[in-house]
T-cell receptor
Framework: LAKTTQPISMDSYEGQEVNITCSHN???????ITWYQQFPSQGPRFIIQ???TKVTNEVASLFIPADRKSSTLSLPRVSLSDTAVYYC????????????FGGGTRLMVKP | GAVVSQHPSRVICKSGTSVKIECRSL??????MFWYRQFPKQSLMLMAT?????????EQGVEKDKFLINHASLTLSTLTVTSAHPEDSSFYIC??????????FGPGTRLTVL
């Protein structure tokens, strides 16, 4: 499984767009990129998943360059409630098991 | 999305006792369930993967005799921490998925061993 690397922490202010980049240099052809959000003392919550180019849902956008060695989670106009830890995972196929969580990025949104 | 529940949400026990944590998939049949452990300020660490009706597969470094996993039905898996010690205090999270389906996480169980 591809190892992922993310910034340990990020700070932002309410209303700003936040971009969190994850590197996965040894991603395999069949791997998908998935992002989860975790609040303190809660289980992770699925945010978005993609294979290449761009994916957008009601919560976030995911940008994946052509070489797929990195990906960027974009959160538009964050609010205080978006303060959480965000995990980037690589999974085999679009429904592979979530086996390896990296360190995650601790996002702090300030008023 | 699908719902995965855990019970209890938090438990405090004395050192040496055993604690059972239940994980249920409420609206789908989970052929595979996973158990994770998370220490404060750290990421989730996979402990074991279990398929319904078969023995769990434990990750390296996880003692299978200490962390007993039973996946007896398609909607229920249990994790029993035997002879718990203070170093077992952690946040235990289960996850469940159906064949070819998405993987959903439970809310977690906070275990404190005194």
């Amino acid at each position: 499984l591809a190892k992922t690397t993310q910034p340990i922490s990020m700070d932002s202010y309410e209303g700003q767009e936040v971009n969190i980049t994850c590197s996965h240099n040894n991603i395999a052809t069949n791997d998908y990129i998935t992002w989860y959000q975790q609040f303190p003392s809660q289980g992770p919550r699925f945010i978005i998943q993609g294979y290449k180019t761009k994916v957008t849902n009601e919560v976030a956008s995911l940008f994946i360059p052509a070489d797929r060695k990195s990906s960027t989670l974009s959160l538009p106009r964050v609010s205080l409630s978006d303060t959480a830890v965000y995990y980037c995972l690589v999974r085999f196929g679009n429904a592979g098991n979530m086996l390896t969580f990296g360190g995650g990025t601790r996002l702090m949104v300030k008023p | 999305g699908a719902v995965v529940s855990q019970h209890p949400s938090r438990v405090i026990c004395k050192s040496g006792t055993s604690v059972k944590i239940e994980c249920r998939s409420l609206d789908f049949q989970a052929t595979t369930m996973f158990w994770y452990r998370q220490f404060p300020k750290q990421s989730l660490m996979l402990m074991a993967t279990s398929n319904e009706g078969s023995k769990a597969t434990y990750e390296q470094g996880v003692e299978k005799d200490k962390f007993l996993i039973n996946h007896a039905s398609l909607t229920l898996s249990t994790l029993t921490v035997t002879s718990a010690h203070p170093e077992d205090s952690s946040f235990y999270i289960c996850s469940a998925r159906e064949v070819g389906g998405e993987q959903f996480f439970g809310p977690g169980t906070r275990l404190t061993v005194l």
